[in-house]
């Protein structure tokens, strides 16, 4: 085959189907810039602002399109700040491939420009597969077991190619000792439990009275199974953060999310039921969960390296959820008496009440609560959302309710700051004929929305379907809760230095809007929702209005207002 090692990576990659690769250009990758230029840009090489950013708009890209995400960085630097979003993708169990430069192999270990211990550098963030391609027949092995290992384990690996080694001519490995050919299929594949083990989780579920059900990320397929069990068992549904999506807000017995970002009803419903089925998720938050050793569980997780965390399950079923549902379906008995399931409903339509009722309390100058509340019904149903870490986790747990083929995302593990607007940048690649809005805090713009602010202005005419709403609570507050923080705890200020995020936009000839009064709060929304390209809206809003926490009594949740 003819071309060098660079030439024959892309192409590889193209025949994984690989579309897009999110990179910074750099020392270290020059031969694969020049590969991209000779092979016309396929795969298509999105450039971002700088490495980390590179790395979360691949993540994106694989949460919102259920495909492999690509990234790429020059050597030094670019390798350091790739891990970041690598560690996002490790602590939400995404499938990412880096593709790292590195120093000559002639300058190796003569701490030469740029030279950086690659190996080390990344042996626990890409634990599951981290290579160096050393010679040209060694490309497609290293590459395509980083691909099939990063499906397979849910988790970025990493492949580091030379400077000099992308320059050689490929030769593939030949038929040889020490030679290893590879291939491409990966097969399809699904992880199911025992039916001993199955009989026994249903022993469990069949004896409840009062059932609870908690589901996260891994039950994004198994969104009707899951309706299925509820309905049958009389069950109510809390979900964690990245669960948010894998199953309506529409249905009534719906609690919404679970934790220190919750609801009363999903508070409740850990705290009163007498059997927990778990699917899909590895919340980490105990004390949400029944008190230890109080109900009888059953957890339902794909990866066997994760079951049986957080709580003491009765029984644990490795399998993938959907699959493992439906063989467990027909074992479990409908439940006769709905008295459970009915509590569960009146507190939802309940705590709807309280939503409303906290969205409308004055504020100085806007309530962040009622700029998500506003957005709620205006959301086409196909939009993707994405969503920082921050104060404004809690508007969008709490305020934006998923239905349809709508769907959410942030980062959940990690809690990176500043991961909004390059997700919604992967997430305008993986779906391109789709509306995405990006909701972020004022301080995570700061880190990294303002700067790929210019990537979106760089790509504006590649989306089929125009709309990036970019939408920023601005209360010049770092602190992520800062209703948690004393007014006289003597510690340093939070306040950040003033930012025109609207006015940043406008340079970049994007669309800006600056809203400083509650109500432009609702034409502010719909006028960035019919934009013909990205938007970013600003809005003033109070610092010091805080969320109460699932713990809070109905009383207070439903108390009026003080006055001034």
Known sequence: MTGNVADRLLARLGEWGVRHVFGCPGEGIGGLLAAWERTAD?????RSRHAELSALEAVGYAKFSGRLGVCAAPSGAGAVRLLGGLYDAKLDHVPVVALVGQ??????????????????LFKDVASAFLETVTVPEQLPNVLDRAIRTAYARRAPTAVIVPADVQELEYAPPGHAAAMVPSSLDRGGWSAVPSAAALERA??????????????????????????????RLGAGVAKALLGLDALGDELPYVTGPIGPLGTRPSYELMRDCDTLLTIGSSFPYSQYLPESGTVRAVQIDLDPHMIGLRYPYEVNLVGDARETLLRLLPLLHPTESRGWQEGIVAAVQRWRGVLDHRAALPADPINPAYVAHCLDPLLPPDTLVTCDSGSVTHWYAQHLRMRGTL??????????????????IGAKFAHPERPVVALAGDGAMRMNGLAELITAAAYRDSWEDPRLVIGVWGDQDLDPVPWER???DGGPSHTLPEVRCAAFAESLGLTGILVEKAGEVDP????AL????????????????????????????????EGP
């Open 103 to 120: 120093a000559p192999r002639s300058a190796m270990g003569g701490s030469y420009q740029r030279e950086v211990e690659l190996p080390g």
């Open 486 to 488: 004393g007014a006289a």
């Open 524 to 527: 502010a929304w719909r006028a």
């Open 530 to 561: 019919a934009a013909d390209g990205p938007v970013v809206v600003e809005f003033r809003t109070d610092p010091g209005m805080a969320p109460l926490p699932p713990e809070t009594g109905w009383a207070e949740l439903e108390a009026p207002a």
């Open 42 to 46: 396929e795969p298509r090489f999105i």
């Open 202 to 231: 249903a022993d469990v579920l069949n004896a409840g009275d009062r059932v609870a059900v908690l589901i996260g990320q891994g039950a994004a397929r198994a969104g009707a199974e899951v309706r299925r069990v509820a309905e």
């Open 407 to 424: 769907r959410g995302s942030l980062s959940g593990t990690l809690g990176a700051a500043g991961c909004a607007v390059p997700y919604a």
